[in-house]
């Protein structure tokens, strides 16, 4: 079975080092009594839940998924989880990061992603139920009314209640202006809805006592297409007043998906019959509303398969140490011992190395884009504030895209180094690769992804977002230019800087002629902006690393690391760069009837 170790060191060093968040946090006042010992107990903690808890299920629930019984339309989840979640409320997990006023614990969100970092690695099918409860928690406690946030809030918070998001149709998944399910109003001013979801990630389950669903459908005046999309909170059983369970509602599971991975987690077939509902918004506003859910979900989903990925890694190195196959060609490296362990081969350390660059350069953009976040909603200063959301809104896709396209690349080069063993299920290596690749398709694939970034966050705005992201670039250049030390990162990270101005000009000019343009570019285009924000990201990290090289073994670990990165990784960028200014015409010469 794999093992798992929290990577404690690394989120400090990322956390404390590199983004010296208990100084941010001081100019917070929400926040300003979180201090480097208050962050390090918590993560101590999360680590010990994670790894001596939920660890253990993650086999077990891949074994015996979800079983559905189709008379009472009840799930029953893995043996075990039931359990887990419990000690999940129990500990006061789920209210780490929610609202005091509805009894959360009020701590950052960034101390918040690491948790589920480590619960991710855990068990991505576990952490599901309550991750997906903790965007719904947002989507309420942003939009919901007063009387929807009394009700609910307090339960999402504590985890007795959990949440989900219902807006995939059988004949519709992104293209949500299609979608059909009806919202009839009554004359109490609830509405009933109508219709049929599918793919909904703990759509119904065993773990909580009530289920709340975001469910998105249509008015009967709605306008056509995405503008006539409207969003209700139905609830399984209808809470009373004082928060007891009433009668239960018109929705039910009525099948379970048979799915390629992440078993443990029931991904659901949604039929609602009449359900009783409330509006969340304004009418036909539903899809902002939602966005505060689904932009979570795309952070979340970015953490999923970091956390995939440094399981992976840590399994792959172990196996790696101890496996004994041939003999090092520059000769033998142990020689008391019939071969050498494979740990020895250059291209062994290549997939390793990748997975361990993917891993700690991934954690740097979740931590930072999560600290971002809690500047977007609790710095007292607006212009920081106002910073903090437009950089967020470029950097999302890239955290959802471009973690999740690493996070298939690291599982899989893990399972590699395992050889024919990494394709048996006893060693766990495949079921990382099953998980991790939902995450590159659900949340709005990675196409859709790309598409938002180049359409909607660069060239949508003119750029600005971009340009801003850009002077934190040039700022750290000039800093560091003079330091002879730091040229092998900073050289490539100002031409790299350049390279995507230059490139983001000519898509814009290009489409301005032809819309397809960005469709084709978007996936490469996105990924090199992925590659320039790690490149950012390790060049800081490698600053503080060369300072302290001589004094712990763990700063020339991540020295060795970043160099990989820089020598091995970013010079994909170039291929990138090449696919993305030969356009549309390759893609769309070929006549329909030849495919």
Not at 550 to 558: G, L, N
Not at 569 to 574: D, F, G, R, S
Request: with cysteine; glycine share 8%; aromatic share 8%.
């Amino acid at each position: 079975m794999p093992q798992y170790t929290p990577p404690l060191r690394d989120m400090q060093f990322v956390l404390h080092e590199m983004l010296q968040v208990a100084d941010v946090f001081q100019a917070m006042p929400r926040h300003a009594d979180v201090d480097v010992d208050t962050i390090n107990a918590v993560l101590e903690e999360a680590g010990k839940f994670a790894a001596q808890v939920v660890a253990p299920l993650n086999p077990v629930g891949d074994r015996e998924g979800c079983k559905l019984d189709k008379e009472t339309h009840e799930v029953r989840t893995p043996s075990g989880f039931k359990a887990a979640y419990q000690q999940f409320v129990e500990g006061g997990w789920g209210a780490l990061s929610c609202d005091p006023e509805h009894g959360g614990q009020g701590l950052p969100i960034v101390l918040n992603q690491c948790l589920y970092e480590m619960l991710n690695s855990a068990s991505q099918a576990w952490t599901m139920y309550p991750g997906l409860s903790h965007g719904a928690y947002e989507c309420l406690h942003a939009h919901g009314t007063e009387e929807q946030k009394a009700l609910y809030l307090p339960k999402l918070t504590s985890g007795e209640w959990s949440g989900t998001m219902c807006l995939t149709e059988p004949h519709c998944g992104t293209d949500l202006g299609l979608l059909r399910t009806k919202a009839e109003p009554q004359p109490d001013g609830s509405y009933r809805l109508t219709g049929q979801k599918i793919f909904i990630s703990a759509g119904e389950h065993d773990l909580a006592e009530n289920i709340v669903h975001l469910v998105l459908a249509r008015l009967p005046d709605a306008p056509p297409g995405s503008k006539g999309i409207s969003l209700f909170v139905v609830p399984k059983f209808l809470p009373q007043a004082d928060s007891s369970l009433g009668a239960r509602n018109g929705i039910f599971c009525s099948a379970l998906e048979h799915k390629m991975g992440i078993h443990g987690n029931a991904t659901c077939q949604i039929v609602l019959e009449g359900a009783h509902a409330t509006l969340v918004g304004e009418p036909n506003q539903g899809l902002q509303a939602m966005f505060v859910m689904m932009n979570a979900a795309r952070l979340g989903v970015g953490m999923q398969s970091l956390g995939l990925t440094e399981v992976a890694y840590q399994n792959a190195v172990a196996y790696a140490k101890d496996r004994l196959q041939m003999r090092a060609l520059s000769g033998p490296k142990a020689p008391d011992k019939p071969a050498d362990p494979i740990i020895v081969h250059p291209d062994v350390r290549r997939m390793l190395l990748t997975a361990r660059a993917y891993a700690e350069g991934g954690r740097a953009l979740a931590m930072y884009s999560a600290l971002l976040l809690d500047q977007a909603h609790a710095s007292e200063d607006e212009d920081e504030r106002n910073e903090a959301a437009e950089l967020l809104a470029l950097l999302t896709p890239i955290v959802k895209a471009f973690l999740t396209d690493n996070g298939w690349i690291a599982t899989s080069e893990c399972l590699g180094v395992f050889g024919g063993h990494g394709y048996i299920a006893e060693w766990g290596m495949e079921q990382f690769v099953r998980d991790a690749r939902i995450n590159m398709i659900y949340e709005g694939t990675n196409t859709i992804q790309a598409l938002d970034l180049l359409g909607r966050k660069v060239l949508g705005d003119n750029g600005a977002r971009l340009k801003l992201f850009g002077a934190k670039v040039r700022e750290f250049v000039e800093e560091e230019g003079v330091n002879e030390a730091m040229q092998e990162f900073v050289n490539p990270l100002a031409d790299l800087g350049d390279k995507v101005t230059k490139l983001t000009t000519e898509l814009g000019f290009k489409a301005f002629q032809n819309r397809d343009e960005v469709g084709a570019a978007a996936v490469d285009y996105l990924r090199v902006c992925g590659h320039l924000v790690f490149a950012y990201l390790f060049a800081k990290q490698a600053r503080i690393a060369l300072d302290k090289q001589e004094q712990d073994a763990f700063y020339r670990a991540k020295l060795a690391t970043i160099r990989f990165y820089f020598a091995k990784l970013l010079p994909e960028t170039a291929m990138l760069i090449r696919r993305a200014r030969s356009g549309a015409q390759p893609l769309m010469a070929m006549d329909e009837a030849l495919f």
